[in-house]
Structure formats: C-alpha cells, structure tokens
C-alpha cells in the first residue's frame, strides 16, 4: 500500500515541488518503448538531427570543428552518415570543456558529474535540469524491466549514498521517498555484510541493485552463511562487467534473474537487459549508439568502440563520443518481449577489483574510481595495483598540472581510504594501455582476491 501512495502521490508532489518533470515524464516512456522499431528510428533521427543543428548553432567545439572539415548539419542527411563526424574523445573534454559548453547555457545552473569511466581517465561533464530529468524517468522504467516497480524497496550495495551527504532532508528523503538500504562499498567486511542481510531480512526489499562484483560479494556470503534470508522481485546489476559465472553464482544465491545494465556517467543509462534476457536494449529515447566502424578490422563484425551521442543535454552536447568501451550491435530485428527499442548483443566494459585495507575490510574498485581517483589533482590517468596488504603502486599518467601538491593530496587519500597501515608509490607512465582483451583494469588485486577465498567472505 505504501509502495503504491509512495509511487502515485508522494514522488509526483516532490517532483512538482522542486521543479522536476521526471515522473511526468514516466507514463510516456512506459508507451514509447513497445512502439514499432521504425517508429523508434524515427522519433530518435528527429531528436539526433536537433541536437546536431543545436551544437553547430551554438558550441564553439563542434562549429569550429565541423566548420574545418565543410561539414554542416544540413549535409547529415539520416543516423547512417552520422560517420562523417569526428570522434569526440576524452581528452577532448578534458582539454576543451569550456568550448564544448553551449553559449545558451553559459552562466545558468548545471550539473557537474564527474568520471573515470572504463580507462582510469578522469573527466567532467555538464548537463542541463531538464536532461536530468528526463534521464532519471529513462532509468525508472528500464529498472522496472527487473520485475520492481517505481515506489518499492530498493537494497544498494553502492558506495558513499548521496543522501547521507544532504543532512536531515537527504535522510527523510531516503526513507520515505527512495527507500533504500545501503551498503557503503567503500568498506566492506563479514559483519557489515550480516548486518546489511540481517536488515534486509526484516525489511524485504524489492530489488537489489548495484555493482557486478559487489553483488557476488553479497551472493557468496548469503549462500554459505544465509540461504534464502530474502528473495528480491529484481536484481541489478551496473557500473561494470558482469560474468557468466558471477550471475549464476548471484542468480543461485537469491533465486532471481539478474538484469545486467550498461551506462556511463557522461550520458547516463545506455542500454539494459529486459526479463527476457538475451542483448541489452539501447535507451534509444536518450543516446544513440554506434561503433567506430574506423576500427572495425580488429574486431569481429557488428563489433567496435562504442561511439555514444547524448540526445537530451543541450548545455554541453556529447556527439560521437568514445567511452573506451567494446560493444557487439545485434542483428535481432525484434525481441520477445515486444519492446521496438534497438539492441546490443553484448558489453565489453571496464572490469576493477576490490582492495582489501590492512585492517581487514574490502573496498570495491568500483566506488574507487569516484571516490579516489576523481580527486585526485592533475592525474590524466590512475591505475590501482595492490601488491601486498599494506602497500599499493598507483601507476599514473600526470597532465601540466601535476606537482607536489598532487603527491600530498594522494598521501592523504590514501590514508583516508585505505588506513594509516597502507603504504603507496607512485609509478610515473606516458599512458596506460588496455589488457589484451582490450579491457582496462582500473583497480587489480591478486591479494583481495586470495583473501576473499580464504575467508569465505
């Protein structure tokens, strides 16, 4: 019953109260998403094709850029010559944020979301209210394909919850608006992983939801030590590579199918499974995704760098933008569940390890990427390797800004993460190149990896 007074009144009236369109929003994606592939191709040509004239109109980047190259929005004719673009990359964002910014949207109040994404490169992107908003609907009804619904109880094993950054109006809005139980990744050890099931144990959430290898964490745990303490409508599985042998082990722990979800911070949710559980189906309302199909010879066919382009952000357009992930587009003209929405047949995104501190708790890689890395002053590149228990090599590749200032602010989040025990040095490198497989490991840890078998945790 609440659920339901949660879902219809609740969010709604706060939502109307700060401004915000996203529930508003809710009914018509819930639609959208069963219309005709054709239809979908051309509602998102005709949001792609508005967002190209907006960023020739007014960003500096994309004028001057296109300009030079005696490109025009008018000469792109369909989503298919979308190749005569050039690529946006991260160090584009990193190096000419201020020109990617459009002159419509200069002075007015943005987000700052901030990433290291799948290669260990931090950057910055803004995005508008109203793109905001309609991203959180988006990511509302294809958390619903999991089997939860809008308004229920959510379990996040996730790290640093924003609502216990925001006083007392964060903490009354978690608790009657999002619902939701933590579990901080920043910190993860036996006890806190009973508490955590012990609370859910009382308080049944509906979906259970967060990173890949944190949620076997969690599945290793309750299957040795909890069998069936709680079954979740859904789970949700995000932020980084889920493995075959990860959702069974999660899938045999709490009986529920796992919905895997692909997304970044710079666009938001990209694609997502449904409950049928064969490819991911692309946000086609919110991105448009291709491949760089200029690097298609090394790889196999309908297989590349996935090229995102935002089609809501008009404060700071994100065109044929590569996150440094692999994508495979499937050839499936439909699925069994009738959505018309385009698909991937599968995600080759960024995998990272836990670090285990020397008092003995697990910090995912995951949560470091924001919650390290991010912070870190003049840093173009950061890769995590913990070679013993009490000592970390950060293999880093410094921009101009880099300096003393930098290796002191490293020393104190280094203290502040892992314990004054952790020692660390700093390997200076011109880049970081990807595993063979093309992956990039932000975070590897052969000890967290030991220790988690030998502690059955």
């Excluded at 995912?364 to 070679?387: D, H, P, Y």
Aim: charged letters at 25%; aromatic letters at 8%; hydrophobic letters at 35%.
């Amino acid at each position: 019953m609440f659920s339901s007074l949660n879902r219809n009144i609740l969010q709604p009236l706060h939502a109307r109260r700060n401004g915000s369109r996203w529930t508003a929003h809710l009914p018509g994606l819930r639609r959208t998403q069963f219309d005709p592939p054709e239809v979908v191709a051309q509602n998102q040509w005709l949001a792609l094709r508005a967002m190209l004239f907006h960023a020739f109109e007014t960003v500096p980047f994309y004028r001057k850029r296109w300009t030079a190259l005696g490109i025009h929005p008018h000469d792109i004719r369909s989503a298919d010559m979308l190749e005569s673009l050039p690529i946006l990359t991260k160090q584009d964002l990193r190096e000419r944020a201020d020109e990617l910014i459009s002159d419509r949207y200069r002075g007015l109040p943005l987000v700052r979301k901030k990433t290291t994404g799948s290669t260990g490169i931090p950057v910055e992107v803004l995005v508008d209210a109203a793109s905001m908003n309609w991203k959180r609907a988006c990511t509302t009804r294809t958390d619903e394909w999991s089997g939860w619904r809008q308004g229920e109880r959510v379990a996040k094993v996730w790290g640093n919850p924003e609502y216990q950054r925001q006083g007392i109006k964060g903490y009354l809005r978690n608790l009657f608006l999002d619902r939701a139980t933590y579990l901080d990744t920043r910190e993860i050890d036996s006890n806190r992983i009973r508490e955590f099931v012990d609370t859910l144990r009382r308080r049944p959430p509906s979906l259970l939801f967060g990173h890949a290898h944190s949620l076997w964490l969690i599945a290793l745990w309750v299957r040795q030590n909890a069998p069936d303490a709680f079954r979740p409508r859904g789970i949700i599985s995000t932020a980084m590579m889920l493995s075959a042998s990860q959702r069974r082990t999660i899938e045999d722990a709490f009986h529920t199918p796992v919905t895997d979800r692909y997304g970044c911070e710079e666009v938001s949710l990209i694609a997502s499974e449904c409950e049928v559980h064969r490819g991911l189906h692309v946000n086609a309302e919110s991105v448009h995704v291709g491949i760089d199909r200029s690097a298609a010879g090394l790889y196999p066919q309908r297989t590349g760098p996935i090229l995102v382009t935002d089609l809501t952000n008009f404060a700071m357009p994100i065109i044929r933008y590569r996150t440094g992930d692999v994508v495979t587009l499937s050839d499936e003209k439909a699925c069994d569940c009738g959505r018309g929405l385009p698909m991937l047949e599968n995600v080759q995104g960024r995998t990272a390890d836990f670090v285990v501190t020397p008092a003995g708790s697990l910090i995912s890689g995951i949560s470091l990427t924001e919650n390290f890395a991010c912070l870190i002053r003049g840093t173009a590149q950061l890769q995590i390797v913990q070679e013993s228990r009490t000592h970390l090599r950060l293999r880093l590749v410094p921009d101009a800004t880099f300096g003393e200032e930098s290796k002191t602010q490293i020393a104190g989040l280094v203290r502040d993460t892992f314990g004054p025990s952790m020692t660390h040095e700093l390997e200076y490198l011109g880049s970081i190149a990807p595993e063979k497989s093309g992956k990039f490991r932000f975070c590897i840890s052969p000890v967290a990896e030991e220790f988690v078998r030998s502690n059955s945790i």
